[in-house]
């Protein structure tokens, strides 16, 4: 980590957050002031709050447990079928909006880019949707009969007129002799998305795993074990993510048993409790079935990190650290492999971007995953923080950014707007609800939740496609045509182009 | 390796590289898929007339919808007024759902906040809510109206958003003047084109209390209901300003919805301004350019404001006309010439293309007043409407489609499938094309 360019950088970003929040009503500035704070080297964690209800009135890009759930976790199982059960909007307003590929035929084997729902009705809310939820199964068995199992995603509604999906479950269950999954993940449960998340690894435990260890008592889990074996989990395969990961993986000698979740399958799921090691990638998503896999079936996790030639050659080597002298071989064949590859991306795309800072705002993970893959260009962070980050993330934060970095929990819009007005990035990284209010202002701008269409950008195949597209936001002669010339006192704040 | 730092590839190309394709071979040992033939019987099967009848029989499943929830129509009805900050009372990841959607789908900022309504509220209601988060977004955003809707969870636990305004105006969260226009729209009712009527009517209700004059302004409204296509309502304005008409549109989103980029970001772009909106009320006529997503506010302006309105779609060349006539008729202003030669270059176009049009049998679904006037345009140039899928149907709708269609003897095919989904449409189109 390097020392901060200005001894005073600390207490002016400290300054800059002050005024910032003067423009709240001074209950709502109290509260958001436990959010945000200047990160200081040597501290154990960021300094800030996280994990707490949002303000009400205030403009946050948080969701909900039902987007944690349908959204992250299950909806992605591709040979499942996911009933967003409620009314309508949920599905519909979140149908397609995370790019988790997946290989299959849509609608006869896999489903993943279909919306099922219950479409609830007044009458449903009045009399219950139970009776409607049996009948939905039945009907889905009917007419897609080669699914592997079906999930229940509860919206708002479920959860508030008591509606008992366990029950339902059970009985279509037995009934279509598949797994159904209730998953109580009603959107106003807990403070964002991240509940959703742990609701739904909670209901792998208790509903999927069962069935693995009973098919395992049975000897029906066709299953023979290899040193090797690893499986990868939360990794949601945006834009391809997850095949850029098990590439390597696969190459350095481990057998890749399944993908949590993006492009897997229940069958992958099951099989998991047998593995050797559970290699993790979003922390945040998937840490709780991690630790219960390892408290119950004794099986390790590793958090690693795909982003950039550095972290992913630092990570490659750790996972092969804990396998043989054969993997560990291998791993160093592969780093060596790509090196030459990635020295020519970074030689190519460094000079177009060294220097250049960028401020971010994901979910949580990307936040500080994604920092070294911006270093290895020359970029540099000024300003990060999560959506719906938890205390240990902003522990895990501290690895990855300098001193003087600005740390902003569940930022509001507002705050996001100033503090970037204020420092000036010359990129922002986040979300699409962000994306244009930036690019009004004449700032460059990359989605980092969906890779804005792009992608994928883990892995060094990935890598390659972040570096372009970095040099396609940053470089764009568009942005020097903001403000017409004829008007002198234009107050476009437009950067010329490069 | 397949990059190459001098031709990178996009996941398409990437992804089928012999490296990948052997990558998802490997893959299926362990995902326990079905046999490849069995997938391909059953893929064949779908498309069946067997599939078709089992797939029509259902009556609890949707799959593949084509409508979302009320929500969100209200909030594409409040960003036409002038420094108007959307506010929804319940659940906040719907909210996030809502400026996702319309977010990526016009490529512009789109602002609006929810009350963050969490377990607590479950429990004890959502007043305190509606109490801190009118006060945190008027100081912090500063709007000049905010307009309040509903998620369903708010509706399930029996908000009363009357109240609650009323309550949170007398703690003090907003000046008493400041206009707060509510609508419930529970997602479990009707769906996006409900709630544009809803909040329509409660804007206008609430912007235009006791403003009634006793002499008309001479103006005309225009409001053109759950229509996602700016460049209608410009043109609209365009034609208006050509007529010399002094008009005001309801719910002028269009600024909003495709803003100049200037370099800086302005949070309420355009809009009808709140004082003009008021005086609708003393406007001559009002011309709703959709039926059926207007319905309660076509009632309570011809009941309250004691003015004629009429609903005239100008999609294709006949629509357009009578659009065009009944301005004249309204204003007693002429039908300006620039526009008859327009319409002569438009027909002219028609009559030059037809050949490829007609006789091409057409499937379309949506809304009830974007496919009624997609079909009324198709029919002018000889195109065979086959099904007609509308999710967010009703009978009233039903009737002028048939009606439409009736007219026509291109239309003589055409069946309607009210309440329909898009897997059924799926069904549909899979036993026209076997």
Known sequence: MTPPENKNIIEERKELIKEVLQAYPEKAAKKREKHLNVYEEGKSDCGVKSNIKSLPGVMTARGCAYAGSKGVVWGPIKDMIHISHGPVGCGYWSWSGRRNYYIGTTGVDTFGTMHFTSDFQERDIVFGGDKKLLKLIQELEVLFPLSRGVSIQSECPIGLIGDDIEAVAKKAAKEINKPVVPVRCEGFRGVSQSLGHHIANDMIRDWVFPRADQAKKDGTLKFESTPYDVAIIGDY???????ASRILLEEIGLRVVAQWSGDGTINEMLMTPNVKMNLIHCYRSMNYISRHMEEKYGIPWLEYNFFGPTKIAESLREIASKFDSKIQENAEKVIAKYQPTMDAIVAKYRPRLEGKTVAMMVGGLRPRHVVPAFQDLGMKMIGTGYEFAHNDDYKRT???????????????????EEFVKALKPDLIASGVKEKYVFQKMGLPFRQMHSWDYSGPYHGYDGFAIFARDMDLALNSPTWGLIGAPWNKNTKAKAKAAV | MPQNPDKIQDHVQLFHQPEY?????????????????????????????????????????????????????????????????????GSQGCVAYFRTHLTR?????????????????????????????????????????????????????????????????????????????????????????????????????????GKKKSASNGKINFIS?????????????????????????????????????????DM???????????????????????AHSTPKTREYIAKEWQQDVVVSRPWGIKATDEFLMKLSELTGKPIPEELEIERGRAVDAMTDSHAWVHGKRFAIYGDPDLVYSVVGFMLELGAEPVHIVVHNSNEVFEKELQALLDSSPFGKEAKIWGGKDLWHLRSLLCALSS
């Not at chain 2, 977004?137 to 305004?165: H, N, R």
């Not at chain 2, 008009?247 to 269009?254: A, E, K, P, R, V």
């Not at chain 2, 301004?273 to 609708?280: F, S």
Request: charged share 20%.
């Open chain 1, 237 to 243: 395969n945006i834009g391809g993510d997850a095949w």
């Open chain 1, 398 to 416: 501290t690895h990855y950014i300098e001193n003087g970095t600005i740390v902003y929990d569940d930022v509001t819009a507002y705050e996001f």
């Open chain 2, 21 to 89: 394709q052997q990558l998802f071979q490997n893959k299926r040992e362990f995902e326990n898929g079905h046999d490849p033939e069995e997938v391909k019987r059953v893929a064949e099967w779908t498309k069946s007339w067997d599939y078709r009848e089992k797939n029509f029989a259902r009556e609890a499943l949707t799959v593949n919808p084509a409508k979302g929830c009320q929500p969100l129509g209200a909030m594409f009805a409040a960003v036409g007024f002038e420094g108007t900050l959307p506010f929804v009372q």
């Open chain 2, 105 to 209: 789908h016009y490529k512009e900022p789109f602002s609006g906040v929810s009350s963050s309504m969490t377990e607590d509220a479950a429990v004890f209601g959502g007043l305190q809510n509606m109490i801190d988060g009118l006060a945190n977004s008027y100081q912090l955003y500063k709007p000049k109206m905010i307009a309040v809707c509903t998620t369903c969870m708010a509706e399930v636990i029996g908000d009363d958003l009357g109240a609650f305004i009323t309550n949170a105006k007398n703690a003090g969260s907003v000046p008493q003047d400041l206009p707060v226009p509510f609508a419930h729209t529970p997602s479990f009712v009707g769906s996006h084109i409900t709630g544009y009527d809803n909040m329509m009517k409660g804007i206008l209700t609430t912007l235009t209390a």
């Open chain 2, 225 to 265: 209901g759950f229509d996602t296509y700016v460049g209608n309502l410009r043109e609209v304005k365009r034609i208006a300003s050509l007529f010399g008409i002094d008009y005001t549109i309801l719910s002028d989103n269009s600024d909003y919805l495709d803003a100049p980029n200037t370099g800086e970001f």
């Open chain 2, 268 to 290: 309420y772009p355009g809009g009808t301004k709140l004082e003009e909106a008021a005086d609708a009320i003393n406007a001559k006529a009002t011309v709703v350019m959709q």
